[in-house]
């Protein structure tokens, strides 16, 4: 097996894992890690429409749909028209601000136990090398 495909399939070996065990986590909020990521990039980034929503997840619009209809019946988040009125934009509702930092201050442990043993430099190093492997792929 040459370096990159070992790169890979420990990618691969890590991720499933942590998606089934940040789902664990997730569970007294009635979240899953996708409703997760949407509600992070809100969180971050603001107001944004569906489409932006897609493209930042690398998902089609009808499943951002799924998502946010129901983090909107969970009261996490709400829709307002954008500028166009054909757009309508997902923002984080007060109830949903409030549990992100919550969540956040939740999944702390779970992420320092994940990368105990890790120098911080193998964890930035490792962080860039995701976000470099991230542009290549959408070149």
């Not at 890979?8 to 940040?22: A, K, T």
């Not at 930042?56 to 009261?75: A, D, Q, R, Y």
């Not at 007060?94 to 999944?107: A, N």
């Amino acid at each position: 097996m040459t370096i990159e495909q070992e790169f890979f399939n420990q990618y691969r070996l890590m991720y499933r894992p942590f998606i089934n065990q940040l789902n664990v986590q997730l569970e007294p909020y009635q979240l899953y890690s996708s409703q997760w990521a949407v509600l992070r990039f809100l969180n971050d980034k603001g107001p944004h429409s569906f489409v932006d929503i897609a493209n930042f997840m690398s998902i089609e619009k009808p499943s951002v749909t799924k998502l946010v209809h129901k983090l909107v019946e969970l009261g996490y988040v709400e829709t307002m028209t954008g500028k166009d009125k054909r757009e309508k934009l997902v923002h984080l509702s007060k109830h949903g601000e409030e549990l992100v930092l919550e969540i956040k201050s939740h999944l702390n442990p779970f992420f320092e136990q994940a990368l105990a043993g890790v120098p911080k430099q193998d964890i930035d190093i490792a962080t860039q090398v995701l976000a470099r492997i991230c542009m290549n792929i959408n070149q």
